[in-house]
């Protein structure tokens, strides 16, 4: 049996009620049917609907325990049909866009449910970015009053890090929100995305100290009779397409405070653009929102 479902018709037929989202759970958390957190042991008891007793140990512990799905009031069917929608749809989905989908009649809770669903986009042990990299902040928010350099101004401050493939394009991306462009920022922003030894290409700001950050370091400068190139051409196409995804998906309704989750959300579709199966994202994103917590 495929380890996901291709079409939506699949998607009922396999999860048509809860025991057949618990087992998928199951297999998709353990590899096999149980595998006790706590000692390993691969032989338990169950005891009540998505619970087991371990033989081992004698501990109680369910498929959900310590997941994203853990104490929801959300049917598993309904989180499963929820998160086919987010990667289904090419450009992703509203809040107002998923509650109606799922005929949710409160769009918070179609909200809450996409927060969470986000949450698990990001693996905490990805690689890090590595080969030719260019890096460059942006901005992101309302226009600023007047041009001060890299003062914010009230916008977001964001670190935005992609890979050179030369003739094949742009690789994979990360995005990160900084307080600022200050060399003690920049420098926690680029060892979390890229991996050291790799060759950093910037414009000519003076707090990229990269050499001392165990990169090599290529420098970009503007010439004076070509002040109109683009030292960072990369970024600037991929800040493009994320203010347009923003504008587009979410009409530009982004609180300030979920930014980066947008962030995060953006950065997995846009590394998974070339992937032609639905289904296998629906199961990579349910591999990683299995080890989210609530």
Not at 8 to 22: G, V, Y
């Amino acid at each position: 049996m495929l380890e996901y479902p291709e079409t939506i018709q699949q998607l009922f037929s396999r999860f048509a009620n809860e025991k057949d989202c618990l087992r998928y759970l199951s297999n998709v958390r353990w590899g096999r049917p149980f595998r006790c957190p706590s000692c390993a042991h691969t032989l338990a008891w169950p005891i009540r609907r998505g619970y087991f007793r371990c033989k081992g140990c004698r501990s109680d512990t369910s498929v959900t325990q310590g997941t994203i799905f853990a104490h929801s009031h959300i049917p598993l069917k309904l989180w499963f049909l929820a998160i086919w929608y987010v990667v289904s749809q090419k450009h992703g989905i509203s809040a107002l866009g998923l509650s109606r989908a799922l005929g949710i009649r409160r769009q918070k809770t179609g909200w809450q449910l996409l927060q969470k669903i986000r949450r698990g986009m990001i693996r905490p042990d990805r690689d890090r970015l590595s080969g030719l990299v260019e890096v460059d902040e942006i901005l992101i928010g309302r226009k600023r009053r007047k041009f001060e350099g890299r003062s914010p101004q009230g916008k977001t401050l964001v670190l935005v890090a992609a890979e050179d493939k030369g003739k094949q394009g742009i690789g994979r991306i990360r995005m990160q929100i900084i307080p600022n462009a200050t060399a003690g920022s920049l420098r926690a922003a680029v060892i979390a995305m890229v991996e050291p030894g790799s060759i950093v290409r910037t414009d000519g700001w003076t707090s990229y100290r990269l050499q001392q950050w165990g990169y090599r370091h290529r420098l970009i400068k503007r010439s004076l009779p070509n002040l109109d190139d683009d030292p960072t051409p990369l970024i600037h196409r991929v800040s493009s397409l994320l203010k347009r995804w923003l504008l587009g998906t979410h009409q530009g309704g982004i609180q300030k405070a979920h930014l980066q989750e947008y962030l995060d959300e953006f950065v997995f579709r846009f590394n998974r653009r070339t992937s032609r199966s639905r289904g296998k994202l629906f199961y990579r994103l349910m591999q990683n929102l299995v080890n989210v917590s609530n």
